[in-house]
């Protein structure tokens, strides 16, 4: 059945759909409204569903609209997943590894955190990135004899589901003693050289991408799906929940009840306003959502110069720790413990702060949310008058990794980088202006506190700060990192945001180089003690994440934003306590 909608009206609350209710400002609510009316008077929603590229810049987004039509394509061919669900349940792997990054890796992890698998299917590891420490961690959990590898590649040309795939056909195939083809399962657009190789090495399944949707606007096509009915979860449940949204979000409905946009008006007056810095707020049961969000706003935004910043992580804080720049969303479940945020959150309101509340009615919910967050962006994107589709600062930071690893192939080796600090196992690093600009900083007294506070410094009201890590995705780094952001935003009151590379790469990654300059980068990396070959190549795993760090940081240089690499040293442990010891005391 279709929400019950009721229409927007301006004040403190609004309600658009049962799951969806805006506690806004009533001059905040009044831009939301105003842009409703005349999304109304151009016919917006008529528009969307026809394809109309106009809505947007008119440079080529009619050819990338294909997720409008996924769900409806998708529930007529469900044998397929029932199918791979059965194949599953007879053959009985004792383990799934899902080789893919950004939008081929994403919705499939967030599935796997929500449902978990189905009594008698196996778990799902997704792994995206190029970390040998975590790739080595995720081997060593599974059985390589016995589990089947996912290779999600819309490209079949992107570089670290390819060297991944390199690895584990290599290791699978020494296991077994034979040709380990029927261990793996394909995702890829037609035509891709991803099918070629797996038609060549006789894979168990090949799926085939939708190449009219991108890859953050993926969810629900094969890319989400595959791995989903992999794991036992009810793939017709899921689209049938995502079909109620479909239907309240159709041209028919008028403007102020279509929940899709009415959330893209506020996210589009937001930005216009400022707000800028989306702040995810999940309950427990959907907490992994965050990261999915993450890049279906930056990427899909962050370009010219403008775009919104997804703050995804952070803890709720009092109203003292926020800004003007900010715009909250909380997503929870109904029943789920949220762990105080709801309470935060009425506080937060009452300093003036805009929230959107979305309740799930329970976990199947989220195909809904899918599709009413992909509408909403596009939404956005027509508000901010940007193309919502592409994603061109993403490129850069992969031709400038490629170039350093070309250099490898040729050379054996990284060109030399000298630090222009270093203390205590923790040395500096950045550009000749960033480096200068940081000298000046200090006085004249160097010390590593001194940078530090130097850098964080830069961070003014509406910046954020990006903690960019390129190290293991691990607990213990991630509660490590987690704390450090916390005390930047407490003392100096912006918003903070921790991604771990390559994957933000190809997710925040294109709002940080193609979005306002609004950053303040601290960029991480480590020396790797254990490193991995990569089959075939001259260089190692731990070679081609340093290459993506320095291509990274090359262009966000070149884009002018203010940054600073601290590389570690020694044991990483030791070198994030005393990285944490220095902020504090750059902070105090």
Request: proline residues 6%; aromatic residues 6%.
């Amino acid at each position: 059945m279709n929400p019950t909608q009721k229409p927007l009206r301006t004040g403190a609350e609004a309600v658009t759909a049962v799951h969806q209710t805006l506690r806004l400002p009533a001059a905040f609510a009044a831009e939301v409204e105003a842009l409703l009316e005349q999304w109304a008077t151009d016919d917006v929603a008529g528009r969307l569903w026809a394809h109309d590229a106009s809505l947007w810049t008119s440079s080529g987004e009619e050819k990338w609209l294909g997720w409008l039509d996924i769900v409806s394509e998708q529930r007529g061919h469900l044998e397929r997943f029932l199918r791979l669900a059965e194949d599953v349940r007879q053959n009985r792997p004792s383990g799934l590894v899902l080789l893919g990054m950004g939008g081929s890796s994403l919705a499939p992890q967030v599935l796997s955190n929500v449902f978990g698998s189905a009594d008698g299917f196996p778990e799902l590891l997704v792994l995206d990135t190029t970390d040998p420490v975590q790739i080595a961690a995720v081997e060593n959990a599974v059985d390589l004899a016995s589990t089947w590898f996912i290779v999600s590649s819309k490209s079949g040309t992107t570089l670290e589901p390819n060297i991944l795939l390199s690895y584990f056909f290599q290791r699978v195939e020494q296991a077994l003693g034979r040709p380990p083809g029927r261990r793996f399962i394909a995702v890829t657009d037609p035509g891709s050289p991803l099918e070629g190789l797996a038609q060549e090495d006789g894979f168990r399944h090949l799926f085939h991408g939708v190449p009219s949707i991108g890859g953050r606007y993926s969810a629900l096509s094969d890319f989400g799906l595959v791995p989903a009915a992999l794991t036992g979860l009810d793939v017709a449940g899921l689209l049938d929940r995502a079909g109620e949204m479909v239907e309240a979000c159709a041209a028919d409905n008028p403007v102020a009840q279509n929940p899709g946009l009415v959330l893209g008006a506020v996210l589009g007056a937001a930005a216009r306003a400022g707000r800028d810095k989306v702040t995810i707020l999940p309950s427990n049961r959907v907490r992994s959502l965050g990261a999915w969000l993450e890049q279906l706003l930056a990427e899909s935004t962050g370009k010219r110069g403008k775009g919104l910043i997804p703050v995804d992580g952070e803890q709720p804080g009092p109203p003292s720790a926020y800004g003007n720049d900010r715009l909250f969303v909380r997503l929870a479940v109904e029943g789920d413990d949220d762990d105080g945020v709801g309470a935060a959150l009425d506080r937060i309101e009452q300093a003036g702060h805009p929230i959107v509340d979305i309740m799930l009615r329970d976990r199947q919910d989220l195909g809904q949310e899918f599709f009413h967050w992909e509408i909403a962006t596009a939404a956005a994107g027509m508000a901010l008058g940007i193309n919502p589709f592409d994603q061109p600062d993403v490129e850069a930071a992969k031709v400038a990794a490629r170039r350093l690893t070309d250099e490898v192939e040729s050379t054996g080796a990284l060109p030399p980088q000298n630090a222009f600090y270093e203390e205590d196992g923790l040395q500096l690093f950045a550009d000749q202006g960033n480096e200068a600009e940081l000298a000046a900083a200090t006085g004249g007294h160097p010390s590593l506190a001194a940078y530090l506070k130097a850098h964080l410094a830069r961070a003014l009201p509406s910046d954020y700060v990006a903690i960019v890590a390129f190290l293991a995705m691990s607990p213990a780094n991630i509660e490590q990192l987690q704390a450090l952001r916390h005390t930047v935003r407490n003392h100096r009151r912006v918003a903070t945001c921790l991604g771990f590379g390559p994957r933000f790469l190809h997710s925040t990654g294109q709002a940080y180089k193609g979005g306002p300059n609004s950053g303040v980068f601290l960029q991480l990396t480590a020396t790797v003690s254990d490193d991995l070959p990569v089959p075939g190549r001259s260089y190692t795993f731990g070679t081609v994440e340093e290459a993506q760090a320095r291509g990274d940081l090359e262009v966000l240089a070149e884009r002018g934003r203010r940054l600073l690499r601290v590389h570690l040293t020694g044991d990483l442990a030791a070198g994030l306590t005393r990285l944490r010891h220095a902020i504090n005391e750059a902070l105090s």
